[in-house]
């Protein structure tokens, strides 16, 4: 059964930019809870290449980077058969919602958007047009696919917000015509902090190769990455918020062995933190092991990816199509002589 074909089935849409690589933070936090979906919603996954254009991108990199995610979607776990990965630029319907939406969105709205804010600080040599307007491509996404659902990280929850906002606007005009998604959140526990200062989360963008582990990293650099993690000096292993680096090893540990932090605390209670850091890169070189043995194995086969690339956008095209002549319809756009 396919994503297309179980009408009775509710939709889940989501995700990625291809702007660094993929960390443990995005598996632990999102993809990993994604593979989990797969079985009982349609679930569609795209690479938002799109949106990565808002940051300039080396135009090589980017090629290789959206390609890469894609196969870390596969490798992960995703099926590429029951659900639809693909990319965001490869079905023009995105932009073309996009600008409409861009018509009834308003300045005020987009300039409340923290990210915004966040990254025109970081940015500040290009703040663009396209930084500004980017939870408006976000709803676009979601609302081609009329998704119900749409799991991400608690960051955010803001463009999500905006996204029905705008979906409501629109269906009050012109009559039910789209869903209005719900946003669906992972536990707190899910959210994985940067290894060199864990008070700021784990972020693929950080220029500090030191803060993140990748999911293609070596067995090797997985174990230099933790062992160099900042701790504290209280040499007491225990969860809580005054000893951040300790409770993110202890997070990343129990969001892999998927047991509870009590039982872990306890069970560790009187290991050093180096010990406890070798525990902890254990499990993570064994959690990534197999997603690694099948990326290796994918990136060999060239015409299957492909294959995959090329359906899958064929896929995506029909539904986000649908939806977007149904707006070109209302709004008044006159209609195509076929
Ligand atoms: P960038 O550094 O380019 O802003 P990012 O690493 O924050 O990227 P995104 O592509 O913005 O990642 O997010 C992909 C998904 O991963 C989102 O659902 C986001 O909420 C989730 N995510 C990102 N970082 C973390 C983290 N440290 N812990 C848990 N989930 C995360
Ligand atoms: N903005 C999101 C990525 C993203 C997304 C989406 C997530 C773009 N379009 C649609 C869910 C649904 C991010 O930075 N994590």
Redesign the pocket.
């Known amino acids: 059964m396919t994503a297309e074909n179980q009408k009775d089935k509710k939709v889940i ?5 291809p702007s660094g690589n993929i960390t443990l933070g995005n598996y632990l936090g999102a993809l990993k809870n994604w593979t989990k979906l797969q079985d009982e919603y349609n679930c569609v996954f795209c690479i ?1 290449d799109l ?1 990565a254009l808002t940051v300039r991108q080396d135009p090589a990199e980017l090629r290789r980077r959206s390609r890469e995610v894609l196969m870390l979607y596969i490798a992960a776990g995703l099926d590429p058969e029951k659900n639809i990965i693909y990319y965001q630029s490869h079905v023009g319907a995105h932009a073309e919602l996009a600008w409409i939406l861009n018509c009834y969105t308003y300045m005020g709205e987009l300039n409340r958007m923290t990210q915004f804010k966040e990254k025109s600080q970081k940015h500040s040599e290009n703040i663009n047009a396209g930084l500004f307007t980017y939870p408006v491509l ?1 709803a676009a ?2 609302l081609l696919y009329q998704a119900n659902l ?1 799991p ?1 990280g608690n960051d ?1 929850s803001q ?1 999500l917000e905006l996204c029905r906002d705008v979906a409501i606007r629109f269906n009050n005009l012109y009559g039910e015509t789209f869903i209005v998604p719900e946003g669906y959140f992972p536990k707190v526990g899910a959210r994985i902090m940067s290894l060199q200062d864990p008070t700021k989360k784990m972020s693929k963008s950080d220029e500090n190769e030191n803060s993140y582990i990748t999911l293609l990293d070596s067995p090797d650099t997985i174990l230099r990455k933790i062992k160099k993690a900042v701790t504290d000096s209280e040499a007491k292993i225990a969860y809580r918020d005054e000893q951040p680096g300790i409770k993110n090893l202890l997070n990343i540990y129990c969001s892999i062995t998927e047991e509870p932090i009590e039982k872990v605390v306890e069970r560790f209670s009187s290991l050093g933190y180096g010990e406890l850091k070798a525990k902890v890169a254990e499990v993570v070189v064994e959690e990534l092991r197999p997603i690694q043995e099948r990326f290796y194995q994918l990136e060999k086969d060239k015409s299957y990816i492909d294959s995959i690339i090329k359906n899958n956008a064929e896929r995506a095209s029909r539904i986000a199509y649908k939806t977007l002549s149904k707006v070109q319809r209302k709004i008044g756009l006159p209609a195509k002589i076929r």
């Open positions: 849409f989501s995700g990625m930019q938002v949106h976000m996404d979601i749409v991400v955010q463009h």
